[in-house]
């Protein structure tokens, strides 16, 4: 559970309705759990600044993730925009053998089960490391912030 003295972390995140949209109500559901898990446990502080808490805003601009920052009182901190590129393997990758995961569930041994959990665990944390590598110069987070980020980008891309 987060810390409402810690001034190092996210209070609310907020999706960009205009370039990200709505989508179906699974998907729908699934942002909702992921930025859910993240405001509930984060350690998120923009580099240069420590006015925390903050409200981050997803949106997609040039093919881009833009991360607008501000404080929780609404005073801007930072706009940082990162290529999608180097996610698109990765989230690729990662939801291919979530779709096999899902599908093994219903059929197939837990030996197999396990494999396939275990590689879509480790898709999960190279893409955690690979966020945490491409914010470093920008904002400070944690390995389980950069979990929880990444999953929401999943969500963000997945079509239902």
Same mark, same amino acid.
């Given at each position: 559970? /987060?810390?409402?003295? !810690?001034?190092?972390?996210?209070?609310? +995140?907020?999706? #960009?309705?205009?370039?990200?949209?709505?989508?179906?109500?699974?998907?729908? =559901?699934?942002?909702?759990?992921?930025?859910? #898990? &993240?405001?509930?446990?984060?350690?998120?502080?923009?580099?240069?600044?420590? !006015?925390?808490?903050?409200? &981050?805003?997803?949106? $997609? /601009?040039?093919?881009?993730?833009?991360?607008?920052?501000?404080?929780?009182?609404?005073?801007? *901190?930072?706009? =940082?925009? $990162?290529?999608?590129?180097?996610?698109?393997? *990765?989230?690729?990758? %990662?939801?291919?053998?979530?779709?096999? %995961?899902?599908?093994? +569930? @219903?059929?197939?041994?837990?030996?197999?089960?396990?494999?396939?959990?275990?590689?879509?665990?480790?898709? =999960?944390?190279?893409?955690?490391?690979? &966020?945490?590598?491409?914010?470093?110069?920008?904002?400070? *987070?944690?390995? #389980?912030?950069?979990?929880?980020?990444?999953?929401?980008?999943?969500? &963000? =891309?997945? @079509?239902?």
């Amino acid at each position: 559970m /987060a810390d409402p003295a !810690n001034p190092r972390r996210l209070v609310a +995140i907020v999706l #960009d309705e205009a370039s990200i949209g709505r989508s179906n109500p699974d998907v729908e =559901h699934e942002r909702s759990i992921a930025i859910y #898990d &993240l405001i509930e446990e984060n350690e998120f502080e923009p580099i240069g600044d420590s !006015n925390g808490p903050y409200v &981050l805003k997803i949106g $997609l /601009a040039e093919q881009r993730l833009v991360f607008e920052v501000t404080t929780q009182g609404g005073e801007p *901190v930072a706009i =940082h925009m $990162l290529s999608l590129t180097p996610f698109r393997k *990765v989230v690729k990758d %990662y939801f291919m053998i979530c779709d096999s %995961y899902y599908s093994a +569930i @219903k059929t197939e041994s837990p030996a197999r089960i396990e494999a396939l959990d275990m590689g879509r665990r480790g898709l =999960h944390n190279e893409g955690s490391a690979l &966020l945490t590598e491409r914010l470093k110069e920008k904002i400070n *987070v944690d390995f #389980d912030t950069a979990r929880r980020l990444f999953t929401l980008i999943c969500a &963000l =891309h997945w @079509k239902g």
